[in-house]
């Protein structure tokens, strides 16, 4: 997780606790070390966020803080909502029900004009004929832990074939997703519909790459993918 992120997380954290928590505790919440959370402490009340706390008793915001009012252009609000409702209708449960979560903490920042305008753009988007949620949800968490997985792919006329794959990618085009993927068995990318897989296992086996080095030798190859 980039700083920045960590940040915001560490302060939506704070103002939802009512009593103080400790560095160790928020250190194991964000896979950080403790100096880092001390850090970041020192970075927010820098920003002028009014914690208080110190080494072993625990850090609290002071009562009374507000993020100030996020100012969206009527652009910036119709793109950001029109992306949630894209998740919402194409992507997996998991990261289709976040999108509840992720629209009340904007709405939050907002004013309430500006929310109402948000709300009723009238921009929708339409569910997929494929309906391939759980496949979806499994290749996102193989891309997010780096794992390989197993899949059963077959493609016009030919019996399903096994293989496995290092995912990277994960398209969604149209009325199809495709699954962009290190190939073992062919020794370089390939794309797989998910629509042509009739079976996929995660598999416990690491991918031997960092994901900013797999993506990057995507991205020689397909220089138009935004990823």
Known sequence: MQRSGRLLQLLQNLRERRGAVTAKALASQFGVSERTIYRDMETLLALGVPVEGEAGTGFILRPG???????????????????????????DSEIANATGTALLKIADGMGDQEEAQMMEN????????????????????????RRKLRISYRTDGQAPRSRVVWPTALGFFDQVEMLAAWCERRDAFRHFRIDRLDSLTLLEENIPRSRSSLLAEYRKLEPQANV
């Open 65 to 91: 803080f507000f993020l100030p009012s996020m100012a969206f252009t009527r652009d910036e609000a119709d793109a950001i909502l029109l992306g949630l409702r894209f998740v919402l209708a194409r992507g």
């Open 122 to 145: 009238g921009l929708t988007v339409g569910a997929p004929e494929s309906g391939r949620r759980d496949e979806l949800r499994m290749i996102r968490r193989a891309m997010r832990d």
